[in-house]
C-alpha cells in the first residue's frame, strides 16, 4: 500500500505538534532534578514517537487481519491522545500569543517612553495556562478512556406524550424505540444481550428501530442476529434504513462494475436480515396499526438528508399516499435534518417523528440546567423532544457506538414512549 501525500503531510503535523508542545514540557519541568527530568522527556517522547510509528507503519500492516478489539482500542487511544494535544495546545497557543502581544507592545512603547534604542524586553511563558492546557487536555484523555465502559450502559428514557388526536384505543400504548445499533462495533455479545432483554422488560406494545443497522456491510449482523430476533411486541417490530445501511462508506456512493454488484448484494442481503428477526421493513410506505378496532399510520422512510454531505435515498411523499384517512401519523425516518427540511413545513399530518444519526456525538453533558454536545453546532435536533406546533420530534443517541468505542454523558438509550 502506498503512503499518500495528504498521511505524509499528516505525519509532519503531528511531529512538529509533538515538537512544539515539548517546549512547554521543558518548561514546565525545568526546576525539577535532572534524573526526574530525564524520565519525563524521554516518557513524553516513548508515547510521542509511538503514535508516529504508528503512523508510518500502519498503510503497510493488514489492519483488517488484526482482532477487532485491538483494531478498535488501538485506533480509539491514538485519536483520544491527539485531540488531547489539540486542546492543549489551544492554551500554549493563546499564551504564545500573550507573549508575543506584549513583546510587540513592549517594544513600541518602551522606546516611545523612553526616547532611546529599545534594547529588548523578554515575556516569560505563563505557568498557569501552560499547566491549564495539560490539565484539560489530561482530563479530556482521561474522561475519553473512562467512556469507555459506558458503551453498553443502556440507559432506559421514559417519557409521556399527550396528542389530542390520538384514538382512544391506543392511549395508555408503549412504544420502544431504539436506534442505530452499528453491530458492526460491537464486541461483547453477552452485554448486546442484556441491552435487548432490557427492551423487553419494558414490555412494549410496539418496538421501532430507526435505522443504521450496521457500520457498512450486511456481514456484521451474522453473530447477532439470533439477539435481535428476540424482540417482539403485540403491535409488532418495525424498521427503516439509517446512512450507513446502504454500504456508501465501504463500497462508494456510486459504485462501477463489479463493486456496485457487491453495493446491491449487500442491501438485498441487509434487507433480508430484518425478516429473518422479524422486523418489517419500511421502505418510503406506511402500515396501519390497529387496536381495538382503531387504526393510526405508522410511516417510513428510506434516509432523508437535509445535510448535502447525506445522500437522500427516500421519498416521503410516497410513503405517506393513503394515509389521509388515518388521524394519528408516527413517521419513522433516520436523520433529524429531516424534520426541517420538509416534515415541518410540508407535513403537518405528521404528529411524531422518530429519529436518530447524531448518537449525541457519544459525548456530552446532560445534567438538569445544561444539556450540550458538539454534534448540537451541526444538527440543531440531536437529543431529545422537540417541538414545533402540535408536532412532536425525538432523536434517540443510538444503541450501539461507531468510531469511539466508548460513551461519556450521552449514554446509549432505549426510549420509552407512553401515548398519554
Same mark, same amino acid.
Given at each position: 500500500m502506498r503512503r499518500t501525500l495528504g498521511s505524509w503531510i499528516f505525519v509532519v503535523v503531528v511531529f512538529l505538534l509533538d515538537l512544539y508542545i515539548f *517546549?512547554?514540557?521543558?518548561?514546565?519541568?525545568?526546576?525539577?532534578?535532572?534524573?526526574?527530568?530525564?524520565?519525563?522527556?524521554?516518557?513524553?517522547?516513548?508515547? $510521542?514517537?509511538?503514535?508516529?510509528?504508528?503512523?508510518l507503519l500502519i498503510p503497510y500492516q493488514h489492519v483488517e487481519n488484526w482482532s477487532k478489539t485491538v483494531r478498535t482500542y488501538a485506533f480509539a487511544i491514538f485519536i483520544g491522545i491527539f485531540l488531547a494535544k489539540l486542546?492543549?495546545?489551544?492554551?500554549?497557543?493563546?499564551?504564545?500569543?500573550?507573549?508575543?502581544?506584549?513583546?510587540?507592545?513592549?517594544?513600541?512603547?518602551?522606546?516611545?517612553?523612553?526616547?532611546?534604542?529599545?534594547?529588548?524586553?523578554?515575556?516569560?511563558?505563563?505557568?498557569?495556562?501552560?499547566?491549564?492546557?495539560?490539565?484539560?487536555? $489530561?482530563?479530556?484523555?482521561?474522561?475519553?478512556?473512562?467512556?469507555?465502559?459506558?458503551?453498553?450502559?443502556?440507559?432506559?428514557?421514559? =417519557?409521556? =406524550?399527550s396528542f389530542n388526536n390520538l384514538p382512544a384505543a391506543f392511549k395508555g400504548t408503549r412504544i420502544v424505540q431504539i436506534s442505530d445499533i452499528h453491530s458492526g462495533s460491537f464486541m461483547d455479545k453477552s452485554a448486546v444481550q442484556h441491552g435487548v432483554d432490557m427492551i423487553m422488560a419494558q414490555k412494549p406494545d410496539l418496538i421501532l428501530f430507526t435505522g443504521d443497522l450496521v457500520n457498512d456491510r450486511a456481514i456484521e449482523m451474522q453473530e447477532y442476529v439470533s439477539v435481535f430476533n428476540k424482540l417482539n411486541a403485540p403491535l409488532g417490530v418495525y424498521s427503516t434504513l439509517g446512512n450507513h445501511d446502504y454500504g456508501d462508506y465501504y463500497f462508494g456512493t456510486n459504485p462501477i462494475g463489479e463493486k456496485a454488484e457487491q453495493k446491491m448484494a449487500n442491501l438485498k442481503r441487509l434487507k433480508e436480515v430484518h425478516s429473518e428477526m422479524g422486523w418489517r421493513l419500511l421502505l418510503d410506505e406506511h402500515v396501519p396499526i390497529e387496536k381495538n378496532g382503531q387504526k393510526i399510520a405508522l410511516l417510513g422512510v428510506q434516509n432523508i438528508s437535509g445535510k448535502p454531505r447525506f445522500h437522500s435515498y427516500g421519498d416521503l411523499e410516497k410513503a405517506r399516499v393513503g394515509t389521509d384517512e388515518y388521524p394519528f401519523?408516527?413517521?419513522?425516518?433516520?436523520?433529524?435534518?429531516?424534520?426541517?427540511?420538509?416534515?415541518?413545513?410540508?407535513?403537518?399530518?405528521?404528529?411524531?417523528?422518530?429519529?436518530?444519526?447524531?448518537?449525541?456525538?457519544?459525548?456530552?453533558?446532560?445534567?438538569?440546567?445544561?444539556?450540550?454536545?458538539?454534534? *448540537?453546532?451541526?444538527?440543531?435536533?440531536?437529543?431529545?423532544?422537540?417541538?414545533?406546533?402540535?408536532?412532536?420530534?425525538?432523536?434517540?443517541?443510538?444503541?450501539?457506538?461507531?468510531?469511539?468505542?466508548?460513551?461519556?454523558?450521552?449514554?446509549?438509550?432505549?426510549?420509552?414512549f407512553t401515548l398519554v
Amino acid at each position: 500500500m502506498r503512503r499518500t501525500l495528504g498521511s505524509w503531510i499528516f505525519v509532519v503535523v503531528v511531529f512538529l505538534l509533538d515538537l512544539y508542545i515539548f *517546549q512547554v514540557v521543558k518548561f514546565l519541568t525545568q526546576s525539577l532534578s535532572p534524573k526526574f527530568r530525564l524520565g519525563i522527556h524521554i516518557f513524553y517522547w516513548g508515547i $510521542s514517537g509511538a503514535m508516529i510509528l504508528f503512523m508510518l507503519l500502519i498503510p503497510y500492516q493488514h489492519v483488517e487481519n488484526w482482532s477487532k478489539t485491538v483494531r478498535t482500542y488501538a485506533f480509539a487511544i491514538f485519536i483520544g491522545i491527539f485531540l488531547a494535544k489539540l486542546l492543549a495546545l489551544v492554551f500554549f497557543l493563546v499564551d504564545d500569543l500573550r507573549r508575543v502581544i506584549q513583546w510587540v507592545g513592549g517594544k513600541l512603547f518602551y522606546g516611545l517612553a523612553q526616547g532611546e534604542e529599545y534594547k529588548g524586553v523578554t515575556i516569560s511563558r505563563s505557568l498557569f495556562l501552560s499547566w491549564m492546557g495539560f490539565g484539560l487536555g $489530561s482530563i479530556f484523555f482521561g474522561t475519553l478512556v473512562y467512556g469507555f465502559r459506558n458503551k453498553y450502559r443502556y440507559k432506559v428514557q421514559n =417519557l409521556d =406524550l399527550s396528542f389530542n388526536n390520538l384514538p382512544a384505543a391506543f392511549k395508555g400504548t408503549r412504544i420502544v424505540q431504539i436506534s442505530d445499533i452499528h453491530s458492526g462495533s460491537f464486541m461483547d455479545k453477552s452485554a448486546v444481550q442484556h441491552g435487548v432483554d432490557m427492551i423487553m422488560a419494558q414490555k412494549p406494545d410496539l418496538i421501532l428501530f430507526t435505522g443504521d443497522l450496521v457500520n457498512d456491510r450486511a456481514i456484521e449482523m451474522q453473530e447477532y442476529v439470533s439477539v435481535f430476533n428476540k424482540l417482539n411486541a403485540p403491535l409488532g417490530v418495525y424498521s427503516t434504513l439509517g446512512n450507513h445501511d446502504y454500504g456508501d462508506y465501504y463500497f462508494g456512493t456510486n459504485p462501477i462494475g463489479e463493486k456496485a454488484e457487491q453495493k446491491m448484494a449487500n442491501l438485498k442481503r441487509l434487507k433480508e436480515v430484518h425478516s429473518e428477526m422479524g422486523w418489517r421493513l419500511l421502505l418510503d410506505e406506511h402500515v396501519p396499526i390497529e387496536k381495538n378496532g382503531q387504526k393510526i399510520a405508522l410511516l417510513g422512510v428510506q434516509n432523508i438528508s437535509g445535510k448535502p454531505r447525506f445522500h437522500s435515498y427516500g421519498d416521503l411523499e410516497k410513503a405517506r399516499v393513503g394515509t389521509d384517512e388515518y388521524p394519528f401519523k408516527i413517521l419513522m425516518s433516520h436523520d433529524p435534518s429531516h424534520w426541517d427540511k420538509e416534515v415541518r413545513e410540508k407535513y403537518a399530518d405528521i404528529d411524531l417523528m422518530l429519529s436518530g444519526h447524531t448518537h449525541g456525538m457519544q459525548f456530552g453533558v446532560e445534567i438538569p440546567g445544561l444539556k450540550w454536545s458538539p454534534v *448540537q453546532y451541526m444538527y440543531k435536533q440531536w437529543h431529545g423532544l422537540y417541538e414545533s406546533g402540535t408536532q412532536r420530534l425525538y432523536v434517540n443517541p443510538g444503541f450501539g457506538f461507531i468510531g469511539y468505542p466508548g460513551r461519556v454523558g450521552v449514554l446509549p438509550e432505549i426510549t420509552v414512549f407512553t401515548l398519554v
